[in-house]
């Protein structure tokens, strides 16, 4: 059980006020290790842990997502095999490598 | 019999399942989620503590019996969770499941595509924090999160006060409901829809609440723009007289209320209209949601209605379906089904009346703002491509030119403010500036998966 305080405050963008029982996942975000819990999605796990997910390649400006729910496309992120995928559907699952910048991912593009 | 597909898992596409399943059909039900529902009635997951009773308020036996309709029939029709609907040629869906790209023939079609928040761009919009209105509802149901740690909710929709009571329920700290709508335009519309007030007595009945509260309800006012720099610092407003004031968050929920999914239809051969009350072009289709050949729309896909129309008209779709395959229908007639469903589509005209698009927003956009955000292209971008000697006075050339809604969201969330811009700028009435046309892929999907459509 993953113990993600409840009380009200975040140190990322999401604030969560539902406690959630499950496996803890490990994954990394950017290199960075981060915690989760079975069933949170890569959304989450981002804007629980920090305020944006990815920098505009138009002007670099930061982005953290919009519609939360698959039409808006702006919370993709890549997995280490270099697959794009957008955060606020795919769930987070232990030992994924998530990155923000497909440079940096395992493949380009 | 024929392979009848359904695309879409929530209310509507639900229904629709069960009335072909009761008259002896098995049909494939393919929902891009993971767990049905849709978005309004979203099951929540197994492991996350959530109270839904409380979440879903009035609701609460509504969304029970919608779920538990679905468990019964789950082993009585062939649901295809995760899998998003790309493409539609030939009376084939081009489907990605899992990231495998394939195909689905079918004989006929109802499309419950739902809908996603209508938005009008402000300054600032694209800041990290600020999140769409239906959006924030979603993420408390599907994740229990809130979307930030102080929150403002802005626009005008009959959504605004519903999803504010929500977050103050859930424990979020909100700086301010901020609607566009002036109360007395409410009320207005509150004794001219008689017919079915519920929603609006109860958008009173919250407001109530988060005043006694201590959140202040600011009504009437005129959103000036999402200040920040890397991320929300709050809000600024113009209100009362001309007064402005600067509301402090570090979130805000943002909406106009909804704009049906319509782009499977139109790549299914659906005709548009272009609806002068909602301000959006809306599929043709008769009262039971025929809409061509073997193809039916329901749900707030169709035209926007509510979760109780979105049933009724999945169930009246179905119906339609099997008069036409010279099948009998079961149970329910409907004769009733269509005097429901138009009764409530009704109060909905009436609602988007009362909440009104800020059409005059568009045209007072500074140049500067974003309205692409996808592309990144200004409101600016787009009058100085009017203006150029022999400059497009349609919004589909607009695009190509200025790339305003050809990224990957496809112009679902500027394509609205964007036809405003153009109208505006040619100083046209806004039905006459064209309609933004989509293509195949429908959402963004692997290069993989669009070369299986060449072949």
């Known amino acids: 059980m993953a113990d993600q305080a409840l009380d009200g405050t975040s140190k990322g963008q999401f604030v969560r006020v539902a406690a959630r029982r499950g496996a803890s996942l490990h994954l990394t975000v950017d290199g960075d290790p981060v915690e989760a819990v079975e069933g ?11 305020r944006a997910v990815r920098h505009l390649e138009f002007g670099g400006e930061p982005r953290a997502g919009f519609c939360l729910m698959g039409a808006c496309q702006d919370c993709w992120v890549w997995l280490s095999a270099g697959e794009r995928v957008r955060a606020c559907t795919t769930p987070a699952a232990d030992g994924m490598a998530v990155w923000t910048d497909p440079e940096r991912s395992g493949v380009h593009g | 019999m024929a392979e009848v597909v359904i695309v879409g898992g929530g209310p509507a596409g639900i229904r629709a399942a069960s009335v072909l399943v009761e008259a002896g059909l098995r049909p494939v039900l393919v929902d891009e989620g993971r767990r049905a529902g849709g978005q309004g009635y979203r099951a929540p997951a197994r492991n996350l503590d959530l109270d839904m009773k409380g979440l879903m308020g009035t609701e609460a036996a509504k969304y029970a019996r919608l779920h538990g309709l679905f468990a019964s029939l789950r082993e009585r029709f062939d649901y295809r969770q995760g899998t998003l609907v790309w493409g539609i040629h030939e009376k084939t869906l081009h489907i990605l499941a899992d990231g495998i790209a394939g195909t689905m023939p079918y004989d006929a079609l109802i499309l419950a595509t739902g809908a996603t928040d209508r938005i009008m761009p402000l300054p600032g919009w694209t800041l990290p924090g600020v999140f769409t209105l239906g959006g924030a509802q979603v993420i408390l149901k599907d994740q229990g999160c809130l979307i930030g740690n102080r929150i403002a909710f802005l626009g005008s929709s009959p959504l605004l006060l519903l999803a504010a009571f929500q977050y103050h329920k859930s424990g979020a700290s909100i700086a301010a409901v901020v609607d566009t709508t002036p109360f007395s335009a409410k009320l207005t519309a509150l004794r001219n829809l008689a017919a079915s007030p519920r929603t609006l007595a109860r958008g009173i009945l919250y407001r109530a609440a988060l005043r006694r509260a201590g959140i202040p309800v600011i009504e009437g006012a005129t959103p000036l723009a999402i200040d920040g720099r890397e991320r929300v610092e709050g809000v600024r407003i113009r209100y009362g007289r001309g007064r402005e004031r600067f509301i402090s968050c570090d979130a805000v929920a943002y909406g106009h209320g909804l704009k049906p999914e319509t782009q499977l239809a139109e790549l299914a051969g659906a005709r548009f209209w272009f609806d002068p009350v909602f301000r959006l072009w809306l599929p043709e289709t008769d009262a039971d949601g025929r809409a061509g050949p073997d193809l039916y729309l329901a749900g707030d896909g169709m035209a926007i209605g509510g979760a109780d129309a979105a049933e009724a008209s999945g169930a009246l779709a179905a119906h339609a379906l ?16 269509r005097r429901q469903v138009g009764r409530l589509r009704r109060f909905q005209r009436g609602l988007a009346q009362a909440f009104a698009w800020p059409v005059a927003q568009a045209a007072a956009l500074p140049d500067e703002t974003i309205v692409c955000r996808c592309e990144a292209v200004t409101a600016g971008d787009i009058r100085a491509a009017i203006r150029a000697p022999l400059g497009p006075r349609e919004v589909n050339r607009v695009k190509a030119l200025t790339r305003c809604g050809m990224g990957r969201c496809q112009g679902r969330f500027c394509g609205p403010a964007l036809q405003e811009i153009v109208a505006a700028a040619c100083g046209e009435p806004v039905a006459d500036v064209g309609r933004l046309r989509v293509q195949a892929p429908v959402k963004p999907i692997p290069l993989h998966a669009a070369s299986e459509l060449e072949q």
């Not at chain 2, 395959?325 to 004769?335: F, H, I, K, L, V």
Request: glycine residues 12%.
């Open chain 1, 40 to 50: 949170d999605s890569l959304l989450a796990v981002l804007l629980l842990n920090g």
């Open chain 2, 322 to 337: 099997l008069a036409d395959r010279g099948r009998p229908s079961p149970g329910q007639e409907p004769a009733r089904l």
